[in-house]
């Protein structure tokens, strides 16, 4: 499983600002909500990162523990919790496979393909295990991944990006490789990240990242003894997952009895 070190963590919110966490956010109530978890909940966010779901989600009332390996990570997060006075949020640093808390929680986040960071079959029902195992009575397991058909119909290639980043900016080149034959993607990172008076950094990241078919998904999910309740387009859930979705968000609910 990949872990984020200092370099990346710095660059990461960033790199990703134009993201939609608000409106991810909101999707993720509304599943809630569906599923019968209405008002404060409390939540389980796996590979946190930076936190951005978790503050959010905290700022809305729900009470939130954010779990990553990456102490990097997690200093970005801390800061920014600190900073909105975000008090029913708790940061911990753990390997996501390996942990337990001894508690259980009405939901369980697994958010910017963080199964697609398992790099095997072990890593993957490893996650999977850690999930089920925090889930409280039909507790729902919400997760985004890369999708099969789409990322054989529109290959990765080559992207470039420069973003502001303090009074410098960050520049990152990615390329991209398929292994077909594992369901994974090769990406390779070129990173250079300049200062407000001109001074340059250059460094290079390598991640892997697996996509998943829904039988893949359904197979793992039920051995862990949770079932695929729904599997959508994402962050827009009224499009079906098909060859035009690159990202998919998955609905899991335990098992009973299980």
């Known amino acids: 499983m990949t872990e984020?070190?200092?370099?990346?963590?710095?660059a990461y919110d960033s790199i990703y600002r134009s993201k939609d966490y608000d409106g991810e956010a909101d999707l993720i109530e509304r599943i809630l909500i569906r599923y019968g978890f209405v008002g404060s909940r409390?939540?389980?966010d796996l590979g946190c990162g930076t936190g951005a779901h978790a503050l959010r989600l905290a700022q809305r009332g729900h009470r939130v523990v954010g779990i990553d390996r990456s102490a990097?990570?997690?200093?970005?997060?801390?800061?920014?919790a600190v900073a909105a006075g975000a008090f029913s949020l708790d940061f911990q640093q753990a390997d996501i496979?390996?942990?337990?808390?001894?508690?259980?929680f009405d939901a369980v986040l697994m958010m910017f393909t963080v199964l697609g960071y398992q790099r095997d079959e072990a890593e993957l029902m490893a996650a999977l295990a850690a999930a089920r195992r925090h889930l409280g009575p039909r507790g729902v397991l919400l997760f985004d991944v890369w999708y099969g058909p789409a990322?054989?119909?529109?290959?990765?290639g080559e992207r470039n990006i420069r973003v502001a980043h303090g009074s410098?900016?960050?520049?990152r080149k990615?390329?991209?490789l398929l292994d077909v034959s594992r369901r994974l993607c090769?990406?390779?990172?070129?990173?250079e990240r300049v200062d407000g008076r001109g001074r340059t950094e250059k460094w290079q990241e390598e991640h892997f990242v697996h996509y998943y078919f829904r039988p893949d998904l359904e197979r793992a999910l039920g051995k862990s003894q949770l079932q695929l309740l729904d599997l959508s387009g994402f962050p827009d859930e009224t499009v079906p997952a098909d060859e035009r979705t690159w990202n998919v968000l998955g609905v899991a609910r335990a098992i009973e009895g299980s």
């Open 4 to 10: 984020f070190g200092p370099d990346y963590a710095d």
């Open 42 to 44: 409390s939540i389980l």
């Open 97 to 104: 496979r390996h942990l337990n808390l001894g508690r259980r």
């Open 174 to 176: 990615t390329r991209a």
């Open 186 to 191: 090769q990406i390779n990172f070129e990173l």
């Open 168 to 171: 410098g900016s960050i520049s």
């Open 72 to 80: 990097a990570m997690l200093t970005q997060a801390c800061a920014k």
């Open 151 to 156: 990322v054989l119909a529109d290959r990765p």
